[in-house]
């Protein structure tokens, strides 16, 4: 066995970090082509921290503080958030660096070990969330993160260390520290594969790793509870069942049936299923049952994912060249076991190829980008002035409405009535932002300030839409206990001094949602303010 070089590949690893983040810092800025929503979501939370909120207490968002202290730290010490943010990433890719060394020389061998370290930090370090659309965003960046800290924990766990390299105690602390990253991350990654992990270490006979690991994670959750006050779980539980309970959030992609089988998965299942047959019957049956647990967690968090980017691929194919068996063993449809095996990792490889090489020259596609193409997303902030956005995907904008609802006659003929959108029995406009959402909010932000609405830079509002960043542009407070991303209820209403009705909202759905549940919430409103952008209904207290 082809064991690897500790320095060695320390080196090679110190080098992808300095190649893809070096590259990134070097345009001086985030510049974003696509998802400039999810990148004012980010922003959002970020700027409210900066003011001193705290994620769950203060801010209500189904994701961790793991998911934005990175950033926070290059913030802290002076740089833009959009420095800040690709600084953050080189900061886990660092972090990782050590316990990707660790699976590589204690549980690797050959080419396997070298793809693994490349896949581990170019999915950290990327600057778009894969798939196979070449542009540059830092829109679901913690799914990458989640992924790469995932693959870590998985492998260790797996997979036997190599004679006289076994650290029993040392893998245990670091599968239990970074499940515990994951639940304080992303947690559809802890649920997905804590168990499957703990199964594989017990499978295996690892009781000593299991029991570092339980002891690690729990250490880190003290930490925590420390740190931020026993509330914290409480509050960040209750964000969590916000999202569950959602009526427009059960999946933000493809259904959980065509994750499965659907044309562009379908192969990817049956590539998952022809593994742990073949390693079953190779010889490797404790590595097919190991496979066979975490198969459920990679199409469920494929399936929770946007984008439904089935990441999970790139470690299969690591996996199976780990655990080729020994030539000569006959399997499904008579096929040589080893051969079986490398062509498998072949194929599993090929079916994510376009999202890895998405993912890996998104940097360099970030470096080589016309500055004059992109303008300053949000304008008002000082400490955003580093994050750019397109301007021909921002400054035209542009709405969807409802033709039927212009002329009912067309339903005569066959067309279909939009249930329409209703609040204290007034019927919305039908009508959806599909592009600038920038201007539209700049445009809504400096009119609460004039007359009519006169309201002051101390006032919070509650924006009945998926998002908004009307606070950021106007010099608003920022709703406390509010949802920079909106699943249901009315996070924070308590604190809110009006509400805000986008005429044409982001997402229809969404904007109903939350009209229904500040109906159902028994608040006494003013008069509403009107124009011909937004409703405004004064809060009464």
């Known amino acids: 066995m082809n064991k690897i070089s500790g320095t060695r590949y320390g080196l090679f690893l110190m080098g992808i970090i300095t190649l893809l983040g070096g590259v990134a810092m070097a345009k001086g800025g985030l510049y974003v082509d696509r998802y400039e929503g999810d990148v004012a979501h980010m922003l959002d939370i970020l700027l409210r921290i900066d003011a001193g909120q705290v994620p769950h207490i203060d801010i209500s968002t189904p994701l961790g503080i793991a998911a934005f202290y990175p950033i926070i730290l290059f913030s802290a010490l002076g740089l833009g958030l959009g420095l800040s943010f690709i600084a953050g990433q080189i900061l886990v890719a660092v972090l990782l660096a050590p316990m990707v060394l660790r699976v590589a020389v204690s549980r690797l061998a050959g080419f396997g070990a070298w793809l693994f370290g490349l896949m581990v930090m170019t999915i950290v370090l990327s600057l778009v969330h894969g798939e196979d659309v070449a542009s540059q965003s830092a829109s679901m960046y913690y799914n990458r993160w989640a992924w790469a800290i995932s693959f870590v924990a998985i492998i260790l766990a797996a997979l036997p260390a190599h004679e006289g390299r076994n650290r029993p105690r040392v893998d245990g602390v670091i599968i239990g520290v970074l499940l515990a990253v994951l639940a304080l991350l992303k947690p559809t990654y802890f649920m997905a594969f804590a168990l ?25 959750a003290l930490l925590v509870a420390l740190g931020f006050g026993l509330d914290f779980y409480g509050a960040y539980i209750h964000d969590l069942l916000s999202v569950a309970q959602s009526t427009t959030r059960s999946a933000p992609g493809a259904e959980f049936v065509e994750v499965v089988n659907g044309p562009r998965f379908l192969i990817g299942t049956l590539t998952l299923l022809l593994s742990i047959i073949v390693l079953r019957q190779g010889g490797q049956g404790r590595a097919g049952l190991v496979l066979l647990l975490l198969a459920p967690g990679f199409v469920y968090v494929t399936y929770q994912n946007f984008g439904n980017d089935p990441k999970w691929l790139l470690l299969l194919c690591v996996y199976l060249l780990t655990y080729r068996p020994l030539s000569g063993t006959r399997v499904i449809f008579n096929a040589d076991a080893r051969n079986a095996c490398a062509a498998l990792a072949l194929v599993s490889f090929a079916l994510i190829a376009p999202s890895f090489q998405n993912m890996i020259t998104s940097p360099l596609r970030h470096f080589g980008e016309d500055g004059d193409d992109y303008q300053v997303q949000l304008q008002a902030q000082s400490k955003a002035q580093d994050v750019w956005i397109y301007k021909d995907r921002t400054s035209k904008v542009n709405v969807s409405q ?15 009535m939009d249930e329409p959108v209703m609040f204290l029995g007034e019927e919305l406009p039908q009508c959806q932002l599909l592009t600038g959402e920038v201007p539209v909010n700049s445009y809504m932000a400096d009119r609460l300030s004039k007359a009519p609405f006169n309201f002051g830079p101390q006032t ?5 839409d998926v998002s908004s960043t009307i606070w950021l542009e106007g010099g608003f407070a920022p709703l406390k206990g509010g949802a920079p991303w909106y699943y249901s209820g009315t996070p924070g209403i308590e604190n809110a001094d009006a509400i805000v009705i986008p005429l044409c909202s982001l997402v229809s759905e969404f904007q109903q949602a939350a009209l229904t549940a500040i109906d159902q919430a028994g608040l006494t409103l003013g008069a509403p303010i009107k124009n011909d952008v937004m409703w405004v209904y004064p809060i009464e207290k």
């Open 196 to 220: 499957p992990i703990a199964a594989s270490l017990a499978l295996r006979g690892a009781w000593v790793s299991l029991v570092f690991g339980v002891v690690s994670g729990v250490v880190v």
């Open 402 to 416: 409802s033709l039927v609802a212009s002329v009912p006659d067309l339903t005569a003929f066959g067309a279909q």
């Open 460 to 464: 919070q509002f509650f924006v009945a």
